[in-house]
């Protein structure tokens, strides 16, 4: 187990740089394999999440090579191999293999995906437009099983039951060289989706509408990458780092941002008297000594990220007054809430909602990092906090924070990374 040391309580300064966005990154890879000529990504973030996808991808014979932040996939001698459980359980985005293989192979075989334990992950609305597509999908003990028709799948009209960015992209894989027209209704409209629609029109693929609730795909028959994709700023990641800098109080600038993919986030950060200075392609925090309490529901983009909401807990434990905060797509995301008990956090949860008492002083404890972003909520504690706090579990971070314990020295952060990495 890696364990996250930090001596919390000093006031942090300096810049950090924001890296490419995980959940687009964990879309990239898997494309990949659509394209009948090597790829090239760029921005790609160092975490775990990556590692993992391409020890998947080797599994079919995709090589891959990373330098800095560059990697190239090389997909042009690829086979077809079944993806049981094991490493496609390390990570949520291994179910993008099956739009990607369903588009390359016509089959995909693969086991249940991992991923964040914050409630309830069904996968119903992905099968859903597999089988829309015309594919035979069984579920063999927790292997899905995805097999197309012998004349391949053909272009079709899916309504999402809910939006979801999974089923989103997944559909988008697997339509992008099927037959004829497919339609997306009640889309997702993330960020991400928009990035990984731009990689796949550059290597001729035909999508249009991502951004919108209709998104509109006419299949191809190929797929060649000419250029490489430089992935966009992750705005998890800097809204992580925003709440730590209001949090903190210290003069911190950060970089790659795009600011309006965090409006949502940034709202709430005005209405909580955070003083910011937004550039345009940075944001420079300065001290703000007022923070108040604000209320905040989570919902899908362009709404407040679900993935932010337990990192801007700990600035609401900083806040004058009491805070609500109602997760609409993830309900059951509270693994911080015992953590940042045990730290000293006014902080509980009933029927789904969670409540914040502000100004309570924090103090180092060992606790747990359940998940990412329950992890990065106590990653901000423990560097609030006085004394030391140990977060065990810390892969659960390195899954998602590109090179975060560098980008915290440049912070001048007092944390250390110790113990075997022994989590697959
Ligand atoms: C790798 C990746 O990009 N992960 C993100 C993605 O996860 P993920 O794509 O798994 O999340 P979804 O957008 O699919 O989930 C949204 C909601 O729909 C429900 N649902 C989803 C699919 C389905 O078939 N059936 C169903 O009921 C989910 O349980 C959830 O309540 O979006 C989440 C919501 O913004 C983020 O927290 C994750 O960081
Ligand atoms: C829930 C998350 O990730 P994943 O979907 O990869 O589990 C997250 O990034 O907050």
Known sequence: MQKLVINGGKKLSGEVTIGGAKNSTVALIPAAILSDTPVVLDSVPQIRDVNNLRSILLDMNVTSEVKNDVLKIDPTKIHFAELPSGKVSSLRASYYFMGAMLGRFGKAVVGFPGGDDI????????????????????????????????????????????????????????????????????????????????????????????????????????????????????????????????????????????????????????????????????????????????????MPYPGFATDLQQPITPLLLQAQGEAMIIDTIYPKRIKHISELQKMGGDISSENDLIFVHGGSQLSGATVSAEEIRAGACLMIAGLLAHGTTVIENAENILRGYDRVVWKLHQLQADVELVGEDDLK
């Open 119 to 298: 409630g309830p992950r069904p996968i119903d609305q992905h099968i859903k437009g597999f089988e829309a597509l015309g594919a035979h999908v069984e579920n063999k003990q927790g292997q899905i099983i995805i097999t197309s028709p012998a004349d391949g799948l053909k272009g079709a009209k899916i309504f999402l039951d809910m939006v979801s960015v999974g089923a989103t992209i997944n559909v988008i894989l697997a339509a992008v060289k099927a037959k004829g027209t497919t339609v997306i209704e009640n889309a997702a409209k993330e960020p991400e989706i928009i990035d990984l629609a731009t990689f796949l029109n550059n290597m001729g693929a035909i999508i249009r509408g991502v951004g919108t609730e209709t998104i509109r795909i006419e299949g191809v028959d190929q797929l060649r990458s000419n250029n490489s994709h430089t992935i966009i700023p992750d705005r998890i990641e800097a809204g992580t780092y925003l709440s730590l800098a209001a949090a903190n109080g210290g003069d911190i600038l950060i970089n790659n941002i795009i600011s309006e993919h965090l409006d949502a986030f940034i709202a709430k950060l005005d209405e909580m008297n955070v003083n910011l200075e937004i550039g345009e392609d940075s944001i420079y925090v300065k001290p703000s000594p007022d923070i108040r309490a604000v209320n905040i529901k989570t």
